[in-house]
Nanobody, 125 residues
Framework: VQLQAFGGGVAQAGGSLRVSCAAS????????VAWFRQAPGKEREFVAA????????SYVDSVKGRFTISRDNAKNTVYLQMNSLKPEDTAVYYC???????????????????WGQGTQVTVSS
């Protein structure tokens, strides 16, 4: 499956952005999907994940209550709604999908076989 992340941009602290991840090549059915992020000079870190078909979600503690991951299975797209943004949320955001038949959430990079190209999110103070 090919993933394309888009929708990043610049927001002020306290603002909101929504990033999207569109899949092509095959559907995201039976696959969990996650968002990771990587700030300059730092390792890529888990942000949020959603199971198939979307009943379970998982978040890193630093975004709980501010970010919401969701999926539109008819559109083969996963979203990350980011509210109350902070400067420390600045990073390149990547979406990733697990293989077919792996519907459960995970926070481990190695569990995800397909990756998008990333979209930049910048939060100014």
């Amino acid at each position: 499956v090919q993933l394309q992340a888009f929708g990043g941009g610049v927001a002020q602290a306290g603002g909101s952005l929504r990033v999207s991840c569109a899949a092509s090549g095959r559907t995201l059915s039976n696959s969990a999907v996650a968002w990771f992020r990587q700030a300059p000079g730092k390792e890529r870190e888990f942000v949020a994940a959603i199971s198939w078909p979307g009943r379970s979600t998982s978040y890193v503690d630093s975004v709980k209550g501010r970010f919401t991951i969701s999926r539109d299975n008819a559109k083969n797209t996963v979203y990350l709604q980011m509210n109350s943004l902070k400067p420390e949320d600045t990073a390149v955001y990547y979406c990733a999908a697990r293989g077919y038949g792996m519907p459960f959430v995970s926070a481990q990079l190695s569990d995800f076989s397909s990756w998008g190209q990333g979209t930049q999110v910048t939060v100014s103070s």
